[in-house]
Structure formats: C-alpha cells, structure tokens
C-alpha cells in the first residue's frame, strides 16, 4: 500500500522560506507525477506545481517565482521550498501521486498545517 | 488559465437522494477532469478521473460524465458518508485547476 507523509515546520515567519518534505513509501517513484497542493484554512484546494522522477518540474503560475520543488528517488522522497512567504500562505500542505497516463492524484499525504506567523 | 465553476455551491439532500453536481470549464478541456470527495479534515479522495472512469474502490453510486466544457458527477442513493465537500478538477499538459467546491449537506 502506497503512504505519502509530509513532514517539516508548523510555524514559519514572515519573509522566509517554508520547507516540507513528503515521504513516499510502499512503492517506487517512477511514471508518477509527485505534486503538492494546499488548502488555506476554510478554503478550497491549490495546486503548487509536480515533480517527476526525471526532476523535470511544473509550476502553478500564480506562485512559480517563489516555488521550488525537488525530488531525492535514492530517498523516496520530494520537497518542496516556498520562499518569502506572508500570511496568505497559512495552509494545510498536502503531497499528492498523479497518475502520468490518466491523470487524478490517486494517493495523498495527510496534510501537515503551515502557519506564517511571527 | 482555464477557470473551473461548480454548482451549486451548497447542496441539500437526504439519505436515499440522487444529487448531480456541475462543474463547467471556461474553455473545452475534452474529458481531462477529475473529481474528489473531502470530508473534513482529512486529504481529498479520487472518485473520478477521465470524466467518467470509476476509481477503483470507489461505490458504484458515483458516476461521472461530459466532455467539452460541462461535466457531472452523480450520486445516486445519498449514504451518509456521502455528506461531504466535492471538488473537480482539471488537468493538462501545462496546469491543474480545482474547482471551488460545493457542499453537500443533509436537509
């Protein structure tokens, strides 16, 4: 059974950089589209951008100036940098399995609360 | 970018109800859709994908259709774990847009 688990910081301050990391055992990381997505409280959901094993990288526009997502396969393992961030960044950050040749973001991490405070 | 509507937003029904949610696209993304269902706190779940493919797993009370620009997703039989948020979402080459959800509450 595939598990993703995201992992990092609860807390971070204006202007620096969030960090998470989403775990991924269970399966390997090829033909996959690794993804985070997040949900400011209350709110719906937001793509961040997908990684693929190859590292090749995709970005939602609105936020592809402050994103960086990186992939470690020796570790199971992606992250994601989001850099100089406010307080609209306050959300629930969740790493997300898409399918490469159907789509859908079949398996999910539990989420992990990021809140931007100082 | 393309933009993602749903209706309604909020939706009440009863146990026993069939409910259809809409989700139209501002512009013909063929049958690259999704939907998820989430209740609260916990991640989203995989319903549908390709418009109108069943998840494995999924009950077969859940259905999706459309193509183009306007899709569905229906439920038929309303059980009580079905009180829950639905989100669509698009996919392409380039992006992935979520709907902004619509509530399905018991009446």
């Known amino acids: 059974q595939v598990h993703l688990q995201e992992s990092g910081p609860g807390l971070v301050k204006p202007s620096e950089t969030l960090s998470l990391t989403c775990t991924v055992s269970g399966g390997s990381m090829g033909t996959y589209n690794w993804n985070w997505i997040r949900q400011s409280p209350g709110k719906g959901l937001e793509w961040i951008g997908y990684?693929?094993?190859?590292?090749?990288?995709n970005y939602n526009p609105s936020l592809k100036n402050r994103v960086i997502i990186s992939i470690d396969t020796s570790k199971n393992q992606f992250s994601l940098n989001l850099i100089s961030v406010t307080a609209a960044d306050t959300a629930v950050y969740y790493c997300?399995?898409?399918?490469?040749?159907?789509?859908?973001?079949?398996?999910w991490g539990q989420g992990i609360l990021v809140t931007v405070s100082s | 970018d393309i933009q993602m509507t749903q209706s309604p937003s909020i939706l009440s029904a009863s146990v026993g109800d069939s409910v259809t949610i809409t989700c139209r696209a501002s512009q013909s993304i063929s049958s690259w859709l999704a939907w998820f269902q989430q209740t609260p706190g916990k991640a989203p779940k995989l319903l549908i994908y390709?418009?109108?493919s069943l998840e494995r797993g999924v009950p077969s009370r859940f259905s999706g259709s459309g193509s183009g620009t306007e899709f569905t997703l229906t439920i038929s039989s309303l059980q009580p774990d079905d009180f829950a948020t639905y989100y669509c979402?698009?996919?392409?080459?380039?992006?992935?847009?979520f709907g902004q959800g619509t509530r399905v509450e018991i009446k």
């Open positions: 990684i693929y094993d190859s590292g090749n990288t």
């Open positions: 390709k418009a109108s």
């Open positions: 997300a399995r898409e399918r490469v040749s159907s789509g859908g973001f079949d398996y």
């Open positions: 979402q698009h996919y392409n080459v380039y992006s992935r847009t």
